[in-house]
């Protein structure tokens, strides 16, 4: 083990996320290893804090014995300036979901984008990336972007409800990954977009169970596309649901869930944790309804 720890404190800022099945996963993942590990939400809103607090509550949790945190909405950019080193794909992507506190001060990595490289390659292992339509270019959808094209997408044609918003994710990952096309689209394009695409991503609130429904016309999808979603509650989306059904390989949500938390469980402890296993367990929590 890389730490010199024998027990671990960690926590997870964020509004909301009292539910959250980070903890689980990463707790019952340290019980199989046989390592003592605490894992407590600090939920910003039943505290009454605001995301603004996020290096007040890091600098507590140091002197309180934390050895690290996972940040999530809103304090992913946050969080940044509070951080005194930066791995170069958090830095480079503009976001930060893990913070190890150590004696040289707090580092921040991003396991977003790794864990969905992680869920691609081996959820979709071999997946054409010529050509990738991803729908969606908000804080899930900028983590799942840099993956694509660090794991070598030629083209992307990112589409989004929000022009501005779309195109300035375009350009930003067009600066950073020069070799790549790198597409703003708007839903009149995804017609001739996904007919010549080898993959479709979704990264959309749509098909949550608090927002039902298909984010894409049935219609634009075809057995030789490959679709994944990064929503998992429900794990089963519609998307993924009629996508399967037609043919087409698919790669649910909680494989990118998942995949965060493997990337920072390693990150925290130094221990490779079972993903299958993590995955088993996560699975079994969702069809609890937890
Ligand atoms: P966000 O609000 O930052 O971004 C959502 C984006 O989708 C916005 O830019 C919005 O304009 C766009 N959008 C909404 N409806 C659209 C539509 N019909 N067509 C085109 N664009 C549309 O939200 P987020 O934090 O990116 O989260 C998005 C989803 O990702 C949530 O459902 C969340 O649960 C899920 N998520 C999953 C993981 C995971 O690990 N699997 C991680 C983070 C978020």
């Known amino acids: 083990m890389s730490t010199t720890t024998e027990s671990w404190l960690v926590g997870l800022i964020g509004e909301g996320i009292t539910a959250s099945l980070t903890p689980p996963m990463h707790e019952r993942e340290a019980q199989e290893n046989g390592l003592q590990y605490l894992y407590r939400p600090v939920d910003l809103t039943v505290n009454g804090r605001s995301g603004t607090e996020v290096g007040d509550l890091l600098r507590y949790g140091r002197d309180l014995g934390f050895n690290a945190f996972n940040v999530t909405h809103p304090c992913k950019q946050l969080v940044m300036e509070h951080l005194d080193e930066v ?97 703003a689209g708007a839903a009149a394009d995804l017609p001739a977009a996904m007919a010549a695409a080898d993959g479709f991503i979704q990264a959309t609130p749509v098909g949550m169970h608090s927002h039902p429904g298909m984010p894409v016309d049935p219609a634009l999808l075809r057995p030789g596309l490959w679709v994944a979603d990064v929503i998992y509650r429900p ?56």
């Open 87 to 183: 791995s170069d794909d958090a830095a480079r992507l503009g976001a930060v979901n893990t913070v190890l506190v150590t004696e040289s001060g707090f580092i921040g990595h991003n396991t977003d984008h790794s864990g969905f490289g992680r869920a691609l390659a081996t959820g979709l292992p071999g997946a054409a990336l010529d050509k990738v339509v991803q729908l969606g270019a908000g804080g899930a959808g900028a983590a799942v972007a840099y993956a694509l094209l660090k794991a070598g997408v030629g083209e992307l044609t990112l589409v989004d409800l929000d022009p501005a918003r779309v195109q300035e994710r375009a350009q930003a990952l067009s600066a950073l990954f020069p070799a790549a096309k790198v597409t």
């Open 235 to 290: 794990v089963r989306t519609k998307l993924i649901e009629t996508a399967e059904a037609l043919g087409c390989r698919v790669l649910d949500g909680g494989h990118m869930a998942v995949g965060q938390a493997v990337d920072a469980f390693e990150l925290i402890t130094g221990v490779r944790p079972d993903p299958a296993r993590m995955r088993a367990h996560f699975l079994e929590m969702v069809s609890n309804g937890l």
